[in-house]
């Protein structure tokens, strides 16, 4: 499975910004994605995942502010990110976990984007 993340980059507090992702190249079937993030010196966290059949799952430090979005037909997330806060800074990273058969599952991780807020 090969993951291509896009959107991230630095926004004031309160403003906006998007991520999109990708997963594709494999005949496994994608059965969940989701977005994580990674502050410098915590560990990383969950921020949304969706399943295939639409069960969302928020962190709760999202409060509302997120929406995150999928499309089956495409192996795809959009995360829309809105009021951000400083604390929201980090290394945003997607997964995919693919499935073949009915035993063999494995995560797949993108390489990460910046999303910093900062006045």
């Known amino acids: 499975v090969h993951i291509v993340e896009s959107g991230g980059g630095s926004v004031q507090p309160g403003g906006s910004l998007s991520l999109s992702c990708v997963a594709s190249?494999?005949?496994?079937?994608?059965?969940?994605m989701g977005w994580y993030r990674q502050a410098p010196g915590k560990q990383r966290e969950l921020v949304a995942s969706?399943?295939?059949?639409?069960?969302?799952t928020y962190a709760d430090f999202v409060q509302g502010r997120f929406s995150l979005s999928g499309d089956n037909t495409r192996n795809s997330v959009y995360l829309q990110m809105n009021n951000l806060r400083l604390e929201d800074t980090a290394v945003y990273s997607c997964?995919?976990?693919?499935?073949?058969?009915?035993?063999?599952?494995?995560?797949?991780w993108g390489q990460g984007t910046q999303v910093t807020v900062s006045s």
């Open positions: 969706i399943t295939t059949t639409g069960r969302t």
């Open positions: 997964k995919a976990v693919a499935q073949l058969g009915s035993d063999f599952q494995w995560d797949t």
């Open positions: 190249g494999s005949r496994a079937r994608i059965t969940a």
